[in-house]
């Protein structure tokens, strides 16, 4: 590297740090050779600047403060000042704010020109880390002003992304992204790699605070890839995902992200680690888990407060006085520092956190009886509504309908809950993949609630079933979007079912599975990444009214099961006419239902040599509370009228054929009313053509599969070698009806990787969600495929809300594991009957009336079979 200068080893710093750092050592050994004393601290100031982007800040700082003394030695007032603009950069990266203003406070009066451009930048990202926004950005509009007018492009693209930056948390995010457009265009032409990745992660940064998850996921993600390429760590930026994750919230995934980074951020990255533990905090605080909440929001301000960042230690605070009133705790003083909390962060930027903290005040103030205070609170942050990001103009529509309430306009407030709620429900849309889809309803619990606890107490039934299906099951309210053909999903779905097969050798084997077991977790890491990509759009079908219901049911009732407050509602539709009943805690019949899947499980377990007579009476027993608790308060308006359930999530899992009162009755189960009326009204396909696969390793499949094939007059059969998850997906795109007998497996800690085992893997949700058509009837015969995981909202994730969401109109499967050899007769007659022309649900009916008494292994696995959809 003879011939090397500091000037190209500074220049190529963010282009390729490593090679920055050894051209940097050949312009220090140049230098020492000639004695040029001002060179070699420009070299040792390369050097500190490359160490500092491979995130050695010990590395950086030693070299920084020894070009700084190179300087002073060689009596360069301008290289020493240069050093310590240097010098402060880092400091602040390590939260050394203190010393980091006195450097380059120190260095400001002797740069000129252009260098006075960097330093006034420097001096604006000092500021801007001490949360002194409006000097940090006058520092950034002058050094941009000044270093455009010497040409200085470099530091104009660096200036400018780090203005852009604070423009993203302070709200002006169509300004930030004018920056960051205009710094990628600079280092792109500078030949900047890692710069212009550095911009990519910033751009997703505003994305993730202006609500596009989808774009901000995209832009992490291609930064990411840069980050990979270059080898450049960036442990730094597990912060701003868990920032996006808890936004959406995806709580499971943030939660570990936060623990993660709470254990392996630490040394110079103290501001990275306070950040993880305010967002552990924030976790814990929608996790309802408050002890853990004020825990961690306590270590994370002392750590703010230590750093001097005080937006960022009222953040903390907020989530402290928050979890103070999610606790019960009602007095003044909370009031007042609620307030305060609210105006401290409105004041510096963090909107939506002052929102909250406004609205919490003003409950409080409303629960203390002090109604002026509460519609003073309510007024400001209801103001809200009317522009910004979505969240923030949920929140707003939220506090004008509390307002509303107040004042005595009940009306309005329910016209303000909806179109928050309608609101939510268009942000919801343009996040397009399921997942996001179905876990941002969360964000909807406090309007939902509020509308549902007005129309209890109004005790109006068709009111109660509008606020109910308002919120529930949202996400399959919503046109489904699929992501694109080049999206790569294909491939990283091949790749994790290639590597699934050998874990599952491995294991078989008995040989070692932890690098295959880190290999599936990055691959369905993957797949998630891909698909949260999915862009959004479409339509969203609203409830439907009481009268459209009852005309859609003709002779049969509708009972929506309710959880609110922890009461259980039943809302009945039948005959014309909606009522509403109250059957006591919810609370008992969970506890009756954890009963009764116990002893469905044994009975269809035990080995047949013993005694199951204790088990079939515990199976009985438990049903027979279910049906006190469940149908019995309702059966003068039900009659003996088929029927259309659809349970509060937490019922998800009954098996509701397995009571006594729907054994032999066409028995219907739908995530909501308008779910079932939307698959209802759907075009009623004929039986003639099928497509029939059997999985591996389950040795009745293929028995199971030619019988059902003699019964239709069309059937692509697919078993052994060909049913493979491609030829199976295929096959059953917009097929008329499609049975699988497989291995099935419910994944409750994510359930779009529940699959269906065939020749080649697993075939999971997100292959379903592939299809351009779903198929019209989809029977599976595999354990569990009838679960669903159930998130707030009574948001359900499984097979059961991909196919009906998709657009399948019935589906037939089972809530509890079934052994094959006990299923098939119950499957063949099953398909008998659809052949004959029978409804789906009375074909099922009907098929396990017949096979009831075949023994009570058939008897409980006949009883987990389902109908879903319509």
Not at 178 to 200: G, I, M
Not at 368 to 375: F, I, K, N, Q, Y
Not at 765 to 779: C, F, G, K, N, S
Request: charged residues 25%.
């Amino acid at each position: 590297m003879a011939g090397v200068s500091a000037a190209a080893a500074l220049e190529a710093r963010q282009r390729d740090p490593r090679a920055a750092i050894e051209m940097g050592r050949a312009a220090l050994r140049a230098a020492r050779a000639s004695g040029d004393g001002e060179e070699a601290s420009a070299a040792e100031r390369a050097i500190g600047l490359a160490w500092r982007e491979l995130h050695d800040f010990d590395a950086a700082l030693r070299h920084l403060r020894r070009s700084v003394r190179l300087a002073e030695r060689a009596g360069s007032t301008r290289a020493a000042a240069l050093a310590r603009m240097s010098l402060a950069f880092v400091l602040s990266t390590t939260g050394r704010h203190a010393q980091a203003l006195r450097a380059i406070n120190e260095a400001l009066p002797h740069l000129r020109g252009a260098d006075a451009g960097s330093g006034r930048m420097q001096r604006g990202l000092v500021l801007h880390y001490l949360c002194r926004y409006d000097e940090a950005l006058r520092e950034y509009n002058g050094a941009i002003e000044i270093v455009r007018r010497f040409g200085e492009r470099l530091v104009e693209a660096r200036a400018l992304n780090n203005r852009g930056l604070l423009r993203a948390y302070t709200g002006g995010l169509r300004a930030a992204d004018e920056d960051f457009d205009r710094a990628a265009v600079l280092y792109r032409d500078l030949d900047q790699a890692l710069a212009v990745a550095d911009v990519r992660w910033n751009a997703g940064i505003s994305a993730s605070r202006a609500g596009d998850v989808p774009r901000a996921l995209t832009m992490f993600a291609e930064a990411e890839r840069e980050y990979r390429r270059l080898a450049v760590p960036r442990p730094a930026l597990l912060i701003n995902r868990l920032e996006l994750l808890v936004s959406v919230p995806l709580l499971e995934e943030a939660r570990a992200a936060a623990d993660r980074a709470v254990e392996e951020l630490g040394g110079d990255l103290v501001l990275a680690r306070s950040e993880a533990l305010f967002y552990r905090a924030r976790v814990a605080l929608l996790e309802g888990d408050l002890d853990r909440a004020v825990t961690m929001a306590v270590a994370a301000r002392k750590g703010f407060r230590r750093e001097k960042r005080d937006v960022w230690a009222e953040g903390a605070r907020h989530v402290e006085l928050r979890a103070a009133y999610l606790s019960g705790q009602r007095t003044r003083a909370l009031v007042t520092a609620l307030t305060k909390v609210a105006s401290r962060l409105d004041a510096l930027g963090w909107r939506m956190a002052g929102l909250e903290a406004r609205v919490d005040a003003a409950l409080v103030a409303r629960d203390l009886g002090d109604r002026s205070r509460a519609v003073a609170e309510l007024t400001t942050a209801g103001a809200a509504r009317r522009g910004g990001p979505a969240a923030h103009r949920v929140q707003g529509w939220y506090a004008e309908a509390l307002r509303r309430d107040l004042l005595g306009n009940a009306r309005g407030a329910q016209i303000a809950l909806r179109r928050g709620l309608a609101l939510l429900d268009e942000y919801r849309v343009s996040l397009g993949a399921t997942e996001l889809r179905a876990l941002s309803g969360a964000q909807g619990a406090a309007l939902a609630a509020e509308g549902l606890r007005t129309a209890v107490a109004g005790g109006r039934a068709g009111r109660v079933l509008s606020w109910a299906e308002a919120w529930r099951a949202g996400a399959l309210r919503m046109t489904p979007a699929r992501p694109p053909e080049d999206s790569g999903l294909a491939d990283a779905l091949a790749e994790l079912r290639a590597v699934t097969a050998d874990l599952e050798a491995a294991s078989t084997a008995g040989r070692p599975t932890a690098a295959l077991r880190q290999r599936q977790v990055r691959g369905e890491q993957r797949v998630r990444e891909l698909t949260r990509r999915t862009g959004g759009g479409g339509a969203v079908f609203k409830p439907p009214a009481v009268d459209e219901l009852a005309h859609a049911l003709g002779t049969s009732a509708l009972v929506e099961y309710v959880d609110h407050e922890g009461a259980l509602l039943a809302v009945v539709v039948a005959g014309g006419r909606a009522s509403l009943h109250r059957l006591g805690p919810l609370d008992g019949a969970l506890r009756e239902l954890r009963l009764l899947r116990f002893a469905l499980h044994r009975l269809v377990t035990l080995p047949e040599h013993l005694d199951r007579t204790s088990v079939r009476a515990g199976a009985e027993h438990a049903a027979r509370l279910l049906q006190n608790r469940l149908l019995e308060p309702l059966r003068r308006r039900l009659d003996d009228r088929p029927l259309v359930l659809a349970p509060t999530g937490r019922l998800g899992g009954l098996p509701w054929s397995a009571l006594p009162a729907c054994r032999g009755r066409a028995v219907t189960v739908v995530p909501s009313a308008t779910v079932w009326l939307r698959a209802a009204n759907s075009t009623v396909t004929s039986h003639d053509r099928a497509v029939l696969a059997a999985g591996p390793r389950l040795p009745a499949a293929p028995t199971e599969i030619t019988a059902i094939a003699s019964l239709t007059r069309s059937a692509s059969v697919l078993v052994g070698s060909a049913a493979t998850v491609d030829a199976v997906a295929s096959a059953m795109d917009g097929a008329p009806l499609a049975h699988v007998a497989a291995h099935g497996s419910f994944r409750a800690d994510n359930p779009l990787f529940s699959a269906l085992e065939l020749a080649d893997g697993p075939l999971t949700v997100y292959d379903l969600e592939r299809l351009r058509t779903p198929p019209a009837r989809v029977v599976l015969s595999a354990c569990d495929s009838g679960l669903s995981a159930v998130r707030p909202g009574d948001e359900l994730m499984g097979f059961t809300a991909a196919l009906l969401g998709l657009g399948t109109r019935t589906l037939v499967a089972p809530v509890i594991p079934v052994p094959a050899e006990v299923t098939t007769p119950l499957m063949v007659d099953l398909h008998r009957r659809l052949g004959d022309g029978q409804p789906p649900s009375v074909a099922l009916a009907g098929a396990q009336r017949a096979h009831h008494e075949d023994g009570d292994a058939a008897f409980a696995a006949s009883a987990g079979f389902l109908c879903f959809g319509a």
